[in-house]
């Protein structure tokens, strides 16, 4: 079952994947879920590809999959705050 382990702000590559490989091995994680932002007529755009290719970056350096869901960074983009 997926449930989010908070929000990282970013530092460097190097940096950001050596976090994100602590949190693998220390929640035993399976797979990372990556909000893929399309633009609002539904084709990537800049921004999606720069997540396609973060996501093979992890991938290949911490050995989890990474799972893109355009839905969640849709969602998160038109949630108003409370």
Not at 45 to 55: C, D, H, P, Q
Not at 69 to 75: D, H, P, T, V
Request: charged content about 35%; proline content about 5%.
């Amino acid at each position: 079952m997926a449930q989010p382990l908070g929000t990282m702000e970013r530092i460097n590559r190097n940096e950001d994947m050596r976090r994100l490989r602590e949190l693998v091995r220390e929640h035993g994680v399976k797979q990372i879920v990556v909000g893929l932002p399309l633009r609002l007529d539904g084709t990537r755009g800049e921004m999606a590809e720069e997540v396609e290719r973060f996501a093979q970056r992890m991938r290949k350096q911490i050995g989890v999959p990474a799972t893109k869901n355009w839905a969640a960074a849709r969602n998160r983009r038109i949630r108003r705050p409370r």
